[in-house]
């Protein structure tokens, strides 16, 4: 059993500290926050994720997992310490290092015995070297510690199966002692013949934005499919399905819709474009595809204006999912806010109904009327847009749909209902790559 502290329990922080304490390690989780680590305390989380308040409460229980606010007793009285922190996205598109810069120098300064120092937090490439540095400032006595970047492969909705049952892990760092503790830290799944692979913490860093860039590309891709399906009258979903049973490509992450977003690939794939910039290169590929993906996001509101006649002057909108994707309250960057501030700024009113963001947005966008099932939400709208595919949308009944509208409109901006149907009950409809069938 090893020591470990976590710096940071946020998402990556949390999932992974509730993670690493089943695997049977003695777990310090640390925040700044007060409140967050009293709510951790008495069971509860701020974040939605499912099963892991199970996997919190199982391990608390078990007295593996603890949280706290001193981060001065975490850091001295363990051998591991992961920084689990934000890397939010600056203006310039790079990544906001400012609390990982904080971590590092609180490490440094108190230091006591040799430690491993771990990076969770998703940060550039070249930051590993950055934050040896700053720890040797404040290490005044020297202390041995060796570096480890640990990057996180986690989806919202799953996260929890994907830090218990990963299809990799990967370690980097030039001491083999430092990745012999890691793998222990990982045995289980290195039991579970879990590919653990042993880079160097530059190659370690490449490796996380090089693998969520590309997902990206893959989603701008198929969306560019899908948008050309519409122009030439093809159903984009027997593309997929003949696509997906190439196994060089495979279906995974070939789904169209209004645009990507969350927390980690439009933050991730800028950091990487302006990465790529700043080292002298330019990355046409990722340049393109954050540029597709705005062009969706614009696409998703010209489709939904057209559709009400033109603008939204007067219209009442209702705007079906919040998060970004099913199985999170995380509204961050959701191609949802992009539909709000069109409609907002042209005069329109905004209905709105999600099974678990409202809050969530209602932080964001108080203005909009937030509901508390969709059928209310809908009742006397002039039309509805479907922007997150939870798995209740995709039973609607479209008979009740289009009597409780003031007109049978919808954009199905998931494509989760059968054309069919909406064209049984009269509705008008727009949605991605199937638009002519």
Same mark, same amino acid.
């Not at 706290?68 to 934000?86: K, L, M, N, P, Y």
């Not at 009442?316 to 099913?326: D, E, H, N, S, V």
């Given at each position: ?6 710096? @940071?329990?946020?998402? #990556? @922080? ?16 640390? =925040? ?5 680590? %009293? ?10 994720? +499912?099963?892991? =308040?199970? /996997? ?9 997992? !603890? ?20 890397? +939010? ?6 990544? =906001? ?26 940060? *550039? ?26 990057? $996180?492969?986690?989806? %919202?909705?799953?996260?929890? !199966?994907?830090?218990?049952? +990963? ?20 045995? *289980? ?50 593309? #997929? ?5 190439? @196994? ?17 690939? +439009? ?19 990722? $340049?393109?595809?954050? !540029?597709?993906?705005?062009?969706? !996001?614009?696409?998703?509101? %010209? ?22 994707? *099913? ?7 959701? *191609? ?27 932080? /964001?966008?108080?203005?909009? $009327? ?35 509208? %003031? ?14 149907? /909406? ?9 991605? @790559?199937?638009?002519?069938?």
């Amino acid at each position: 059993m090893r020591k470990i502290t976590i710096i @940071g329990t946020g998402y #990556v @922080g949390l999932v992974s500290g509730a993670g690493i304490s089943d695997f049977g390690h003695s777990v310090t989780c640390v =925040d700044i926050s007060s409140d967050i680590i %009293e709510l951790l305390n008495q069971g509860k989380t701020q974040i939605y994720e +499912p099963s892991l =308040d199970e /996997l919190v409460q199982k391990n608390v229980k078990a007295g593996r997992l !603890k949280f706290s606010t001193d981060i001065v007793r975490a850091i001295q009285h363990s051998e591991i310490i992961f920084i689990a922190v934000g890397t +939010p996205q600056s203006n310039d598109g790079s990544a =906001d290092l400012s609390s990982v810069e904080s971590v590092a120098k609180i490490i440094g300064q108190h230091i006591n015995s040799y430690k491993i120092i771990c990076t969770k937090s998703t940060v *550039p490439v070249g930051t590993g070297d950055w934050i040896i540095n700053l720890i040797n400032k404040g290490n005044k006595n020297n202390i041995e510690f060796d570096y480890v970047s640990n990057p $996180e492969f986690l989806r %919202e909705g799953s996260a929890v !199966k994907d830090f218990l049952w +990963p299809d990799r892990v990967v370690i980097g760092t030039k001491s083999n002692s430092a990745f012999s503790a890691m793998r222990d830290v990982y045995g *289980p799944l290195y039991i579970n013949q879990k590919p653990i692979i042993h880079t160097s913490v530059t190659t370690a860093e490449m490796i996380k934005y090089a693998a969520n860039s590309f997902l990206a590309l893959k989603i701008s891709y198929i969306n560019e499919v899908a948008n050309l399906c519409d122009e030439l009258g093809a159903d984009i979903h027997q593309v #997929v399905e003949a696509m997906g049973k190439d @196994g060089r490509i495979s279906p995974k992450f070939l789904h169209p819709g209004p645009g990507f977003g969350g927390s980690c690939f +439009p933050k991730d794939i800028k950091a990487f474009a302006k990465l790529s910039r700043q080292s002298g290169l330019f990355m046409n590929t990722v $340049e393109a595809a954050i !540029k597709a993906n705005e062009f969706q !996001k614009k696409r998703m509101v %010209e489709k939904m204006r057209a559709l009400v006649g033109g603008n939204f002057q007067g219209k009442f909108i209702t705007i079906l999912g919040l998060a970004f994707k *099913p199985n999170t309250d995380d509204v961050r960057e959701s *191609p949802a806010i992009n539909l709000i501030k069109s409609i907002n700024n042209e005069g329109g009113y905004i209905r709105a109904y999600d099974p678990i963001s409202n809050n969530s947005m209602k932080k /964001l966008h108080p203005e909009v $009327e937030y509901f508390s099932n969709w059928q209310e939400a809908c009742k006397n709208s002039d039309g509805v847009v479907v922007m997150t595919e939870w798995n209740e949308f995709r039973s609607i009944n479209l008979e009740l749909l289009s009597s409780l509208l %003031e007109s049978p409109v919808i954009l199905d901006a998931r494509n989760i209902f059968n054309v069919e149907k /909406l064209k049984e009950y009269n509705f008008k409809y727009e949605n991605f @790559g199937r638009s002519n069938l």
